[in-house]
């Protein structure tokens, strides 16, 4: 079946890198994505990756794919007070349809 | 208006009212979902529309109704709901839901409570 994990808190200062993990079951999904959720709003895609490439950077966001550990994880450099919202991985699943299935989410708490 | 709109953003109802909640995208596109984010589970898929036709239904109960009169707009007709189902309800859109990497873009939700 498909699942996918992440761990459910993170806490960092200000200035800091932050590394959000997640672990995803099917292989043969083919884009995996990251969702920011700030309270009391929906999801905002940040970034997204084909499962062809072993990293993506796009400006503070480095997202990293090990497709042999089925292991994805998310670094913001220099992490601010308004990064701190719940964020969600989710793997593309399969068919025909584009669904996409979510983790859990992981809190992350910036200290100022 | 851009992006996903969805009204009302807070519901609170009787469990044998009927109420709907509604979904506008303005993004042109021709795929639209419904979402159910209860606390501390995963998000989950409820249905999806490709071009006004359902194309999943993901083993929701029949007291979850859902419309799409067209691209643009997604209904979920609401009745005889369970305390269960106090959760935020989240609509999607990409532009189409069949071609894989359309990433999905979403409103900020209706935040539902069941008395």
């Known amino acids: 079946g498909e699942d996918v994990e992440q761990s459910l808190f993170l806490s960092v200062r200000e200035g800091d890198s932050s590394v959000i993990n997640c672990t995803y079951t099917?292989?043969?999904?083919?884009?995996l994505y990251w969702y920011k959720q700030e309270p009391g709003a929906g999801l905002q895609l940040l970034t997204y990756?084909?499962?062809?490439?072993d990293m993506k950077q796009d400006q503070r966001l480095t997202v990293l794919l090990n497709k042999k550990d089925k292991h994805l994880s998310l670094r913001i450099a220099d992490t601010q007070t308004g990064d701190s919202a719940i964020y969600f991985c989710?793997?593309?699943?399969?068919?025909?349809?584009?669904?996409?299935?979510f983790g859990t989410g992981t809190l992350l708490a910036v200290q100022p | 208006e851009t992006g996903v709109t969805q009204t009302p953003r807070h519901l609170v109802m009787g469990m044998t009212n009927k109420k709907s909640l509604k979904c506008e995208q303005h993004?042109?596109?021709?795929?639209m979902y419904w979402y159910k984010q209860s606390a501390k589970k995963p998000l989950e898929l409820m249905f999806v529309?490709?071009?006004?036709?359902?194309?999943e239904n993901n083993s929701v109960p029949s007291r979850f109704s859902p419309e799409c009169p067209n691209s643009s707009h997604l209904f979920l007709h609401l009745h005889t709901l369970q305390p269960e189902d106090s959760a935020l309800y989240l609509c999607?859109?990409?532009?189409?839901?069949?071609?894989?990497?359309?990433?999905?873009?979403f409103g900020d939700g209706t935040r539902l409570s069941i008395l």
């Open positions: 999607a859109s990409s532009q189409d839901g069949s071609v894989i990497n359309q990433p999905q873009h």
């Open positions: 099917d292989s043969s999904s083919t884009y």
């Open positions: 990756i084909f499962s062809n490439m």
């Open positions: 989710a793997e593309r699943g399969g068919g025909a349809t584009n669904k996409l299935i």
């Open positions: 993004l042109g596109h021709n795929a």
């Open positions: 529309y490709n071009f006004k036709e359902q194309t």
